[in-house]
């Protein structure tokens, strides 16, 4: 069995963070190992405290992991802080296995899950180690500087974003308005993803994505590839989402297309 591996923040609720990326390597047959960066005290409703993991502790973390298993492909997650970037950054460099990067900045229910020194970290150690970037509206706007207000202002985004260092960068449009178009730029050719558009706003639908394009890709699919079975797979958990708490539903990201 193939191995992935989540860099990312626990989830008391377990609708995302590690909880929802390891639910996702199973339902596609990918074993799921993780570096926990930060515990979080949330729920559908709130996010009550985020209590980083000390950087020493990620490491040992990591060290394990990439020490025993043939990891062929990782996430990351939350993050948090630029102490806690340039440790990832310096225990992934030198593998070999591609990288999602997912730039989490701000909780579904709205908090803030970064240190105001994140994404500037983010740019300076960890971008260039990415096969892809899959940042949303409000990421793509952070990363970038550019305002995102349709298609063309995306594709410009994801451009900027691409200068950073990753290899491609996909930028979700599931925060804008109109048809659904995600953004897939790598560097040679920009591609408009289009798929259906569900009205409702659900808990861990971007770990969901990341972490099911880093299962696929450890499966050994190409780039592109990878991306369209993860959004498939996506859409498949947004119809089969479910309401468990009293906030937002949650994205069923064991959920598989047909």
Known sequence: MRTALTIAGSDSGGGAGIQADLKSFASVGVHGTSAITCVTAQNTRSVDSIFPIPVAEIRKQLRAVLGDFDVRAA?????????????VAKELRGTSFPLVVDPVMVATVGARLE????????GDHLLGLAAL????????????????????SMEAAARAIL??????VLVKGGHTKGVLVDVLY?????????????????HGAGCTLAASTAAYLALGRPLLAAVES???KVAAGFRQSYRAGHGVEIIDSHAVPD
């Open 186 to 202: 790598d560097g040679r050719r920009m591609r408009r993803l289009r798929g259906r558009r569900y009205p409702k706003t659900l």
């Open 163 to 168: 200068r950073l260092g990753p290899k491609a």
């Open 230 to 232: 993860a959004r498939r």
């Open 75 to 87: 996430k990351t997650g939350m993050l948090f802080s630029a102490e806690i970037v340039r440790t």
């Open 133 to 152: 970037a899959t940042p949303n509206r409000f990421e793509a706007e952070r990363l970038s500087g550019i305002r995102i207000d349709d298609v063309e």
């Open 115 to 122: 240190q105001d020194d994140f994404a500037d970290a983010l």
